[in-house]
């Protein structure tokens, strides 16, 4: 029986040090430096194999307007993958016996339509119908302004009910500022102490805390977009989402706090399990992020400019983790290029198209079609394309092959037909052949 068992620990221990050996770092690097030069990522990056990060590496700049760069320490918030800090609370709660997943939110939350049916765990899996305050128009009106917990539930309770309890899942930020609010009520502390007490300072993690204004001074980096360059973003006010997306952190912590969630180092077994559960695409502040034949579970995340990733492989006990204060590319490929380095599958350094100015005159002008109901208008700013449609805003296009551009946040793609004075627009399932007017 012994003998078995260290048969099965040195082969894993095998299994964990060959991911790790022979990693090409000096190909990943050369994908990042390449990123980095064509103004595709600001951000940072890590890899986990066992308890050793294996590869980390970070790009562009936390303050452009003062050109700080990023270092291991450079903190960013994190967005949505705070849903999984919160998430780990609640089932901490409920180990504790304070909560439990059937509980109805009626006692905490009366006015809340629906109040007396929707449980914590339709909370935990967006399945409650209760409707995204951060979908609603007026959330641009209000989200650099500080809230107060009634101040939110106001907001909640106007937005109403989108369907009943437990019918459907759709994501919604509402249902975890709801969490946060019931575990301050609980453990009467507020969130910012019971993330401290009960997942920081249990796992030592020195850069990562419930987040205020950006304090540059503290290695904290602002984000941005690009256009033509980086600008600088608002800043949301944390007050806001609070357990639905108020983190700060850094990849390689990110790291660590995925290997002591799914290692039992935070919750039982029995709570990681249901935390793990997937309902309609949703598990309970995690969603299954799959690689290959691989299975990882993790989080997105995105807040003004940042955007984040994270996901641990519990059979091969590895994760990784990014996090971005400015992207212009899709981060999905940066993760898939990362895993696909990790587990030794071959990957390709992008090859990025710059046209001049005088190239792109070819493909401005105004494009219609009768099958389309906007007019699309083609215009330059230096040696940049820009796209508009109708009554909407001008967005930037990115060169991918000869006559062909995109804009990824929404995949959109528009092959340029130069000598019939066409475009071809796809969107999704839509294709359209707009003629130059």
Known sequence: MNKTRHIILILTLFSLTSYGQGLDTNKLNLYFDSLEKHNKFMGSVSLLIGNNIIYKRQTGYSNVASQSRHNDSTKYRIGSISKTFTATLVFHAIDDGKLTLNKSIKKWFPKIKNSKDITIAN?????????????????????????????????????????????????????????????????????????NIHIINKLNLNNTFYGKQINPDNNECFSYTFDEEWKKQSETDLSIPIGAGAIVSTPNELNLFAKALFNGLLISQNSLEKMKSISSGFGMGIFKIPFQNKTSFGHNGGIDGFSSSFGYFPEEKCGFSLVSNGSNYDNNKIVLTLLKCMFKEPFEIPEFIVLTSDQLDQYVGVYSSSEFPLKITISKKGASLKAQATGQA??????????VFTFEPAKIEIKFNPLNNEMTLKQGPGNYVLKKE
């Open 394 to 403: 001008e967005i930037p296009l990115e060169p991918t092959e000869q006559d």
């Open 123 to 195: 909370l935990l899996n967006h399945s409650s119908g209760i409707h995204n305050f951060t979908s609603d128009l007026a959330y641009q009106g209000y989200f650099t302004e500080t809230k107060s917990e009634s101040e939110m539930l106001d907001i909640i309770v106007k937005a109403g009910i989108d369907f009943e309890p437990g019918s459907k899942a759709v994501y919604s930020n509402s249902n975890y500022v709801l969490l946060s609010y019931i575990l301050e009520k609980l453990y009467k502390r507020s969130y910012s102490e019971l993330l």
